[in-house]
């Protein structure tokens, strides 16, 4: 077993910020089952004896990267109250990301995206618009109200392809796709 395995299966339970079966760890990085369940074991051992925020764990649904208990009280500090964990991660997509089709917000987020956007529209955060190249469905973007409240000038850049920018607006009601 490589000894930068364990490092792989770490930013791969990072990056998916979701719980993991052994078999998608295994697929995702490139390995073995019993493989990537030593690496994973190593892993989960490490972070045990670290002064770490951060503890790999297993729950129901599978692995996952996230932060101890204990600093709870420190998350809800940061995190808007109104915001869940799952709609703060649906925002930090579109941030990141947007403006893009809320199709592809719900392939990257899951189903559980169209109840996030319908949140993050309500609290103003975000805004959605008819897209012109599909009729169906709506682009997604932040909003100023979402720049002010995080204490953002701006967003890097990122290229966007066929993302069309005249797009009528829309107000934040009616139904999802």
């Given at each position: 077993m490589s000894d930068r395995l364990a490092p792989k299966i770490e930013a791969i339970l990072y990056l998916k910020g979701q719980p993991l079966s052994l078999s998608q760890i295994?697929?995702?990085?490139?390995?073995?089952?019993?493989?990537?369940e030593e690496a994973l074991l190593d892993l989960i051992d490490d972070y045990a004896h670290r002064d770490s925020a951060l503890e790999v764990v297993e729950t129901e649904s599978g692995y996952s990267l996230q932060l101890r208990e204990v600093f709870q009280d420190v998350m809800q500090a940061?995190?808007?109250a109104e915001l869940g964990v799952g709609a703060l991660r649906t925002l930090a997509a579109i941030a990141i990301k947007g403006p893009l089709l809320q199709t592809d917000l719900v392939e990257l987020r899951?189903?559980?995206?169209?109840?996030?956007v319908q949140e993050l529209v309500q609290l103003g955060l975000i805004r959605r618009r008819r897209s012109e190249g599909n009729g169906r469905s709506y682009r997604v973007q932040v909003t100023e109200k979402f720049h002010q409240y995080f204490h953002l000038e701006n967003l890097p850049v990122l290229e966007q392809v066929g993302v069309p920018d005249n797009t009528p607006e829309e107000d934040g009601a009616g139904g999802e796709d």
């Open positions: 295994a697929e995702y990085a490139g390995c073995d089952r019993p493989d990537a940061l995190i808007p899951g189903s559980g995206a169209y109840q996030h």
